[in-house]
């Protein structure tokens, strides 16, 4: 069963920068097309995309973080990474880790209701 479990978030000051990891167990090395993504949920706030990729590694960044946001995985193939630098206090949320286990059109891959696998989610709090 594929697990996603999400690891490095926390509290950070304005203007500085984390990097979350997200460990799809079984995942990457299962299926050879995949979709793998970064969605936060702010309180009272709808879930949004941040930034995803493809198996074929193209990159999707949500307009609100683009120059700020990283999203890459690993050489083994095997952890999928968001590096947020500039952080800002809107930026805090809990975010979470999805995996599809299917090709969908890039500029689809913001939407959260495409994704079937979530993490639990890791709580990411910016202060002014």
């Known amino acids: 069963q594929v697990q996603l479990v999400e690891s490095g978030g926390g509290s950070v000051q304005a203007g500085g920068s984390l990097r979350l990891s997200c460990a799809p167990s079984?995942?990457?090395?299962?299926?050879?097309?995949?979709?793998l993504g970064w969605f936060r949920q702010a309180p009272g706030k709808e879930r949004e995309g941040v930034a995803a990729v493809r198996s074929d590694r193209r990159p999707r960044y949500a307009d609100f973080v683009k120059a700020r946001v990283t999203v890459s995985t690993n050489v083994a193939g095997n952890m999928l990474n968001l590096q947020m630098n500039r952080l800002e206090p809107m930026d805090t949320a809990m975010y979470y880790c999805?995996?599809?286990?299917?090709?969908?059109?890039?500029?689809?891959?913001?939407?959260?209701?495409?994704?079937?696998?979530w993490g639990q989610g890791i709580q990411v709090t910016v202060s002014s």
């Open positions: 079984g995942y990457i090395s299962t299926y050879n097309r995949y979709c």
């Open positions: 999805a995996a599809r286990a299917a090709p969908i059109n890039r500029e689809d891959l913001l939407r959260d209701e495409l994704y079937t696998t």
